[in-house]
């Protein structure tokens, strides 16, 4: 069985570098030393790889990042790094999109990490239901704070729990927007059990939300990594413009 | 000095950078040598209150948030400073940690009362904010059922438990940290066992105190988490007292 911290770099040297680095130069070209891209990251707390990377590739800078971490153990260890603001709690729970939300006032960001296989969820029951909402939320917020494109890393761990299509559709129907007739995934079954028809959705998910808000795709490129026969850690990668 | 160097540190000061980095070190080695394994089971159970903290700050918002996060930084700093061989701040930071559990669940249910004690307003100078004798906790329901069940006053406990701690914030001479051995912190079997052994009584106080005294949170918590919580209470009268006087319904063995 592999890692999931060795998945982890692979996919940050893999996909998440090249696609911020892509990012970086659509949406900051005029800065020629460093980016400055204001990251937001679902982090493990642990080790921080995806941020030392961006921050040796120039595009993100040390002290300006904006951390999760899932509990405050983890938070405590991420304030020795002074990578920038760190909140801490179960990001599932967050009512990301309200105004009252602690993060409100931080973003827009230019890269958002949401890593949730960082995040120590061990909820079961529709789990990747709720991250697909919470993607959501986050685009949401993003619009609210306009912003005129970002890079969306969306990672998560696909398992043998099956993922309900109507499910997906009926959390997303209720965030209403403007013109939208509601997320069509006819295609699906009501019942998604094979691994790669889950990858499948989430790609498909992520697409039609850029369309419910109104984003653009530049570029969206995906991997997944094998952690076991039954597991594997996906990761989709949006450049989102407007 | 714009960048740090220890060897341009005025004489007294870098004596005391020097003795406090080496005790730090030797004293952090000599207790994970020795209790590694215990500290990384105290680790698990002051998680408890992230479980807290998210369940109350959707229903109190932030002041509970706050609480919450100041009970886990006691905790965890009782756990840094007895790693440390500070034992006399360890219980210090225990005694903080009860305070504020006790305060946490009074204010949930006192927003005025919560204003005036963070405005600092001389309403509660010299008095705990629920009352002499615990008053406030004996007037609560749960609580007396509790009593019923479990066959003691859990307050009871708890004074004699602050009692003890208090010892600690008073400096009495029990609890002094410099002995006719020395005066330097070092790593001390028996007084890391005493603090181990009240580090968890509090724990399972401050849990206790937790679910009875905002029960309905308790409840919706969901049974995982209420296992949880269990679990760190660790006692067993404790827990089947729990279980029976807040009709929780978990199957098997918690």
Redesign the interface.
Same mark, same amino acid.
């Given at each position: 069985m592999a890692e999931i911290d060795t998945l982890r770099d692979q996919l940050i040297e893999e996909l998440w570098l090249p696609m911020a680095r892509e990012g970086g130069a659509r949406f900051y070209n005029s800065r020629r030393k460093n980016k400055q891209m204001k990251l937001f990251t679902l982090t493990d707390g642990i080790n921080f790889k995806e941020i030392s990377r961006l921050e040796d590739n120039n595009l993100v800078q040390r002290g300006d990042c904006v951390l999760w971490v899932?509990?405050?153990?983890k938070a405590?260890r991420a304030e020795t790094e002074a990578l920038g603001v760190v909140l801490?709690?179960?990001i599932c729970?967050e009512l990301i999109s309200t105004a009252t939300c602690q993060l409100n006032p931080l973003f827009p960001c230019d890269i958002l990490n949401l890593d949730f296989s960082s995040q120590d969820i061990?909820v079961n029951n529709s789990r990747i239901e709720k991250e697909l909402e919470k993607v959501e939320s986050f685009i949401v917020l993003q619009g609210q704070k306009r912003s005129k494109g970002f890079v969306l890393l969306q990672t998560t761990v696909v398992n043998s729990e099956d993922i309900s299509r109507d499910n997906v559709k009926r959390v997303s129907d209720a965030m209403q927007s403007s013109g939208w007739g509601g997320l069509a995934l006819d295609a699906f079954p009501p019942t998604i059990s094979s691994n790669t028809q889950k990858m499948d959705l989430i790609k498909k998910v992520a697409e039609l939300l850029c369309q419910k808000y109104k984003y653009n795709i530049f570029k969206i490129s995906s991997l997944s990594k094998d952690i076991n026969t039954q597991q594997q850690l996906y990761s989709l990668a949006v450049i989102l413009v407007r | 000095m714009k960048t740090f160097k220890a060897e341009r540190l005025p004489k007294l000061t870098k004596i005391m950078y020097d003795s406090q980095q080496r005790l730090s070190k030797n004293n952090w080695e000599d207790t994970l040598k020795a209790n590694h394994r215990e500290i990384e089971k105290l680790?698990v159970m002051?998680?408890i209150?992230?479980t807290w @903290?998210?369940t109350l700050? @959707?229903k109190y918002g932030t002041s509970a948030r706050d609480l919450i996060?100041e009970t886990?930084?006691d905790s965890?700093m009782s756990i840094y400073f007895a790693c440390m061989s500070l034992y006399k701040q360890a219980h210090v930071s225990l005694r903080a940690e009860l305070e504020t559990v006790l305060r946490l669940v009074y204010f949930s249910s006192h927003p005025i009362e919560l204003k005036w004690w963070k405005d600092d307003k001389a309403f509660f100078k010299g008095k705990h904010v629920w009352g002499d004798n615990y008053d406030y906790f004996m007037h609560l329901d749960d609580v007396n059922n509790f009593k019923g069940k479990a066959g003691g006053e859990l307050f009871d406990k708890v004074r004699a438990m602050y009692t003890t701690l208090s010892k600690y914030v008073h400096s009495n001479f029990s609890s002094f940290q410099t002995t006719i051995q020395g005066v330097a912190p070092a790593y001390k079997k028996a007084e890391f066992g005493k603090w181990l052994s009240r580090f968890k009584d509090v724990q399972k106080y401050v849990n206790t105190v937790l679910a009875l005294g905002l029960s309905e949170d308790f409840k919706s918590l969901g049974v995982?988490n209420q296992r949880k919580v269990l679990k760190v209470i660790g006692d067993a009268t404790y827990k089947r007292a729990l279980k029976q006087s807040l009709g929780l319904i978990i199957r098997g063995r918690v």
């Open positions: 899932s509990n405050m153990i405590v801490n709690g179960s729970d061990y | 680790l002051v998680s209150f992230d @903290r998210n700050e @959707r996060k886990f930084m965890y995982v």
